[in-house]
């Protein structure tokens, strides 16, 4: 891991902290040799495909959308031109299988904002 996404993780209260390294570990597993760095001020893999920030009483996990046709867009939250995100509250929001989709997804078809 690295070690500003390490700290950036461990100073988060809870439920925030485990919900990162949850959405951490799943990003981790579904695409191999990711890259992760903190960028923009938040954890950010893929070049910036993806990205995970601790706000207050929730986390987002960003997706880059550059490339996604109007349906795939609709599946996230948010009204970014370059990337939207979905929003977790707790562990128990986490559904693997539908986040795994979506990383995939990303990764095939769309490009990191610059």
Known sequence: MNISVKQYIAKQKSPQKEILGKLREIILKTIENQEEKMEWGVASYGGGKFYLVALKGRVHMG?????????????????GTTARHIKVYSLSDIDPR????????????AVAPQ
């Not at 539908?98 to 078809?109: F, P, S, T, Y």
Request: glycine share 6%; net charge neutral.
């Open 63 to 79: 997706f880059a959308i550059t490339g996604l046709n109007k349906e795939e867009v609709r599946l996230f939250e948010g009204s």
């Open 98 to 109: 539908k986040i795994v989709n979506l990383i995939k997804m990303v990764d095939e078809k």
